[in-house]
């Protein structure tokens, strides 16, 4: 198992430990319902409650995966598919999946993506479908990161790369007490102007709180069994970019996921 760095920011070997999950029960069905009730306006109210740093970190996500013609590109909780249409415009062919279909019915047609409903857990893909595994906002809310993250492994090709970017701890103390005051106060409030389910971003505000520092979150995707886990901090902290590479020799995870879904390009199906 490679060893975990920060990508330039010291080492996270040393940090073992579980997810801090405050109450937070994160049930598959009604944290779908709840991306599903928040789909209409979900970009949109995004861009406002960051003060426009989404489109930036969008961005950050799409140079550190680094799509080129011909790869494959696994999107997982891509929502409104908004992070797969600049890795297609890349060239590669991207599979957008998500398991909220308020959330995939939302986005708009974009040329070399296929949208795909999935569970996280149990994803619908064949062993070592894809050159790269890509997942924004997204691990925070599924009921079980690790297994997602070996699901994630055992669907990207060995030596193919991981990227998470998620929501983190911003690094200045001072900044920090702001910051989560901020997401307890003045997001659930903001979001009562803007959203379409104001209420959602209570658990949104309580799960980004609850969520492991950047050493932690590396120390679970090296427990997933990727190699070579470093991560990057964007805007003090505030989000943080994990990569990783899958090993170069094949290890299965103990679920192989479900059937192929038809409705993919053969090139992404199960079969």
């Known amino acids: 198992m490679g060893r975990a760095s920060s990508w330039g920011w010291g080492s996270a070997a040393r940090h073992t430990g579980a997810m801090a999950r405050a109450t937070l029960a994160k049930e598959p069905s009604d944290v779908a319902a709840m991306f599903d009730a928040v789909a209409r306006r979900y970009d949109v109210t995004n861009t406002v409650l960051s003060l426009g740093l989404d489109r930036t970190w969008r961005a950050a996500v799409g140079d550190a995966v680094a799509a080129a013609p011909g790869d494959r590109v696994l999107d997982l909780a891509a929502g409104t598919a908004v992070s797969s249409a600049p890795l297609a415009a890349a ?143 964007l805007t003090g902290g505030i989000v943080a970019l994990h990569r990783a590479q899958a090993p170069l020799t094949v290890a299965r995870s103990p679920a192989s996921g479900p059937a192929a879904d038809t409705t993919a390009p053969a090139a992404l199906r199960g079969t």
């Open 91 to 233: 060239g590669a062919t991207v599979a957008a999946c998500d398991f909220s279909l308020g959330m995939l019915r939302a986005g708009r047609p974009a040329p070399g993506v296929v949208r795909v409903a999935g569970d996280a857990l149990r994803l619908p893909f064949a062993d070592a479908a894809f050159d790269a595994t890509t997942v924004s906002f997204g691990l925070r809310n599924m009921v079980d990161p690790v297994a997602a993250l070996a699901e994630m492994r055992r669907v990207t090709r060995p030596g193919g790369r991981l990227l998470v970017c998620e929501f983190s701890t911003p690094t200045w103390t001072p900044f920090r007490r702001v910051y989560v005051d901020y997401l307890m106060r003045a997001l659930p409030a903001l979001a009562r102007r803007v959203s379409s389910d104001p209420e959602s971003y209570v658990y949104l505000a309580e799960s980004i709180r609850a969520w492991p520092d950047q050493a932690r979150l590396a120390a679970q995707v090296q427990q997933a069994g990727w190699t070579q886990v470093s991560w990057r901090n």
